[in-house]
T-cell receptor
Framework: DAKTTQPTSMDCAEGRAANLPCNHS???????VYWYRQIHSQGPQYIIH???NNETNEMASLIITEDRKSSTLILPHATLRDTAVYYC?????????????FGTGTRLTIIP | DADVTQTPRNRITKTGKRIMLECSQTKGHDRMYWYRQDPGLGLRLIYY???????NKGEISDGYSVSRQAQAKFSLSLESAIPNQTALYFC????????????????FGPGTRLTVL
């Protein structure tokens, strides 16, 4: 699975959009980008995933660059409850290799 | 009710003791996982199971064993606990058929905080 690089920490003002970057320059053609978050020692929670097209769901948007070497998770209107560690994970489709490799992630702090 | 439950939620034990952490799920998923998390670090996979007859080692299986008693239950054992096994332990499940609509979406339990003195 491709390695990812994320900033260690970020701050964002409440109500503003939080943009979390992730570099995955060694991503291969069949690998997806997944985002999970972990709120204060709770179990991680799935947010969104994508292959090459931009994706949006009720939680967030995922913007993947055309060369797929980087992506950005966007929380459009951050709230205090979005304070968490955000993990960007790159891996292949579901062919029996189910392991998710969590790096150290980005600690996002929403400022009131 | 939570879909993935873990017991106990907190445990303090002594070096050399045997301890079992239990995980139960009501999601009907075939696949289950055990991860550990050390302070300031991401999660690392200990063991995973694709069904009741299938057990696989993860990246840090030494010092641990598991048992898949049923589709819904997956237990992690520390035969002789040592202090560097002090960590937060998470159980997770997933559905390879992707009925959640998402490949590789894993559903995590609330965690067990284990301290080995």
């Amino acid at each position: 699975d491709a390695k990812t690089t994320q900033p260690t920490s970020m701050d964002c003002a409440e109500g503003r959009a939080a943009n979390l970057p992730c570099n995955h320059s060694t991503i291969s053609g069949n690998e997806y980008v997944y985002w999970y978050r972990q709120i204060h020692s709770q179990g991680p929670q799935y947010i969104i995933h994508g292959l090459k097209n931009n994706e949006t769901n009720e939680m967030a948007s995922l913007i993947i660059t055309e060369d797929r070497k980087s992506s950005t998770l966007i929380l459009p209107h951050a709230t205090l409850r979005d304070t968490a560690v955000y993990y960007c994970i790159v891996r292949g489709p579901n062919f029996g290799n189910e392991k998710l490799t969590f790096g150290t992630g980005t600690r996002l702090t929403i400022i009131p | 009710d939570a879909d993935v439950t873990q017991t106990p939620r907190n445990r303090i034990t002594k070096t050399g003791k045997r301890i079992m952490l239990e995980c139960s799920q009501t999601k009907g998923h075939d696949r289950m996982y055990w991860y550990r998390q050390d302070p300031g670090l991401g999660l690392r996979l200990i063991y995973y199971s694709f069904d009741v007859k299938d057990i696989n080692k993860g990246e840090i299986s030494d010092g641990y064993s598991v048992s898949r008693q049923a589709q819904a239950k997956f237990s992690l054992s520390l035969e002789s606990a040592i202090p560097n096994q002090t960590a937060l332990y998470f159980c997770a499940t997933s559905d390879p058929r992707g009925t959640s609509g998402v490949y590789n979406e894993q559903f995590f339990g609330p965690g067990t905080r284990l301290t080995v003195l």
